[in-house]
T-cell receptor, first 114, second 115 residues
Framework: AQSVTQLDSHVSVSEGTPVLLRCNYS??????LFWYVQHPNKGLQLLLK??????LVKGINGFEAEFKKSETSFHLTKPSAHMSDAAEYFC????????????FGAGTRLAVHP | DTGVSQDPRHKITKRGQNVTFRCDPI?????LYWYRQTLGQGPEFLTY????????KSRLLSDRFSAERPKGSFSTLEIQRTEQGDSAMYLC?????????????FGPGTRLLVL
């Protein structure tokens, strides 16, 4: 069965400092992995996705994630946080080779302080 | 804007009442998904449609829940005899599936409160 574990429920950073949101996955198949962001009162927005191409994936708003099969990790990073990055972030997995439901982690709430 | 839309955005109802939510997917998207998100949790899959066919239902979808996508376009999710435990955000997503490549685009959700 597929699952994701987001290792931190809350992360707090200062504006201009790096962001690291951690995600480990479990999958019997070669997975597809995603990061979605959810701002208050807004829909989920896709940040980036990994689908077995390059292991370093670049997304929108300066975010990127690296797929590490040996560590079963897909951590999300950004070199410099902006106030507008404050939101809930979800790591998501789905098995490749046929597609259906997304399996979400519990989420990491990112706070950005001035 | 041609994104996924959901109606209503908020719904307050009394326990035992029936409610119906609507989702309009992005035009030409052949797949439509429903998820439920409770406070402090990630969304959980409920069901999905390929065109008008409902292909998978989660065990979360009790007999009180029914979903339709009659013409392969918009979809409705009905909850009969609502319970307080049904209070949640109901999210709809759509995608255009080509082989194994697919990205789901989410609507803003319908927040349900059952009193």
């Amino acid at each position: 069965a597929q699952s994701v574990t987001q290792l931190d429920s809350h992360v707090s950073v200062s504006e201009g400092t790096p962001v690291l949101l951690r995600c480990n996955y479990s999958s019997s198949y070669s997975p597809s992995l995603f990061w979605y962001v959810q701002h208050p009162n807004k829909g989920l927005q896709l940040l980036l996705k990994y689908t077995s191409a390059a292991t370093l994936v670049k997304g929108i708003n300066g975010f990127e994630a690296e797929f590490k099969k040996s560590e079963t990790s897909f951590h999300l990073t950004k070199p410099s946080a902006h106030m507008s990055d404050a939101a809930e972030y979800f790591c998501v997995v789905t098995p490749s080779g046929g597609y259906n439901k997304l399996i979400f982690g519990a989420g990491t709430r990112l706070a950005v302080h001035p | 804007d041609t994104g996924v839309s959901q109606d209503p955005r908020h719904k307050i109802t009394k326990r035992g009442q029936n409610v119906t939510f609507r989702c309009d997917p992005i035009s030409e998207h052949n797949r439509l998904y429903w998820y439920r998100q409770t406070l402090g949790q990630g969304p959980e899959f409920l069901t999905y449609f390929q065109n008008e066919a409902q292909l998978e239902k989660s065990r979360l979808l009790s007999d009180r829940f029914s979903a339709e996508r009659p013409k392969g376009s918009f979809s409705t999710l009905e909850i009969q005899r609502t319970e307080q435990g049904d209070s949640a955000m109901y999210l709809c997503a759509s995608s255009f599936s080509v082989g194994t490549e697919e990205t789901q685009y989410f609507g803003p959700g319908t927040r349900l409160l059952v009193l």
